[in-house]
């Protein structure tokens, strides 16, 4: 069974930063890309950043370039979101997905962001 358990999100004044973490299990994670997606109140929800199976490539939503890193740790099944210069419209539920082969897409409980003074 996959299971995607996220962590790390909280209150944070703008322009602050914090480092959200995916831990995973129940599927071979080094052989997984890895998202992140957001969903803030009465919108989508909408894809992040991504990074492929080895790290070696990650790509962002035009809104968060420059702001946020996504990585990983394969030893540690963890993927993370490291999100610097925070702003308001970042508040959202910050969600960890990964594509299975035959599950289809699997998604974490979310972890609450707010950024507010």
């Known amino acids: 069974q996959v299971q995607l358990v996220e962590s790390g999100g909280g209150l944070v004044q703008p322009g602050g930063s914090l480092r959200l973490s995916c831990s995973a299990s129940?599927?071979?994670?080094?052989?997984?890309?890895m998202n992140w997606y957001r969903q803030a109140p009465g919108k989508e929800r909408e894809l992040v950043a991504f990074?492929?199976?080895?790290?070696?490539?990650?790509n962002y939503a035009d809104s968060v370039k420059g702001r946020f890193t996504i990585s990983r740790d394969n030893a540690r099944n963890t993927v993370y979101l490291q999100m610097n210069n925070l702003k308001a419209e970042d508040t959202a539920v910050y969600y960890c997905?990964?594509?299975?082969?035959?599950?289809?897409?699997?998604w974490g409980q979310g972890t609450q962001v707010t950024v507010s003074s």
């Open positions: 997905n990964v594509y299975h082969t035959w599950r289809g897409d699997c």
């Open positions: 129940g599927f071979a994670f080094s052989s997984y890309a």
């Open positions: 990074i492929t199976q080895t790290g070696g490539t990650t």
